[in-house]
């Protein structure tokens, strides 16, 4: 079972990351790390590099797909060669996903069109623009496209494709071969819980980030 996680030049780290430390762990699953070029490519602080093993040319009929986010999502949104092939694999795939900001980019391939859709709080407005039906919630299923909201919701939403890959108990098993059992210092992780001067912190700086 191929599963390709896209990666680029500017997206967050732990979007692509905390899926693959799931999914790379589900029986019979080769996951790999695409690109529009082969190579290298910079997360978003500049500091980590992770390694496209293929071109998107190269693997066009991955059984899942994942698109993760950061502000190097935004320029793929007018990219015709990625968006090409994320409406090709999307035809064929058993599951298309994506973390955070990725929604966008199935947003504007017209994946999401009708369909209910999360992403990062700070950017649930601009699913609707693209045709989604934007849900507040960590994880949402409709059909067989799985989004996920902001970075580490990209955990939860893997370990709930775990279970329907492979069965809630291999899931659990990974969830506890991990060792995922949050317990956060804070209880902000979220605008319903968080006060509403960081909401505005975090608002200004998405909207210095490049659309």
């Not at 082969?38 to 500049?46: A, E, I, L």
């Not at 039906?133 to 939403?157: F, L, N, Y």
């Not at 370990?159 to 969830?175: C, E, F, S």
């Amino acid at each position: 079972m191929q599963i390709a996680i896209l990666i680029f030049d500017g997206l967050t780290a732990l979007d692509a990351i905390g899926p693959y430390e799931v999914l790379s762990r589900v029986p019979g699953a080769e996951v790999r790390f695409v690109g529009k070029q082969q190579g290298p490519k910079r997360t978003d602080t500049g500091d980590l590099g992770l390694e496209a093993d293929l071109a998107i040319s190269e693997l066009p009929r991955p059984e899942v797909v994942l698109i993760p986010g950061g502000a190097g999502s935004r320029p793929l949104m007018e990219d015709p060669e990625v968006l090409d092939w994320v409406r090709a694999v999307h035809g064929d795939s058993t599951w298309t996903t994506s973390v955070c900001t990725g929604a966008l980019v199935l947003g504007a391939a017209g994946i999401l069109d009708g369909k209910r859709a999360t992403t990062h709080w700070a950017f649930l407005d601009r699913l609707a623009q693209l045709g989604a039906e934007p849900v507040a919630e960590r994880v949402v299923e409709d059909g067989k496209v799985v989004t996920a909201a902001g970075v580490s919701a990209g955990i939860d939403m893997a370990l709930t494709l775990a279970g329907r890959l492979a069965g809630d108990q291999v899931a659990q098993a990974i969830q506890l071969g991990i060792e995922y059992d949050p317990e956060p210092p804070f209880d902000t992780g979220s605008p319903a819980k968080a006060p509403s001067e960081l909401i505005e912190l975090i608002r200004s700086m998405e909207r210095g980030t490049p659309n």
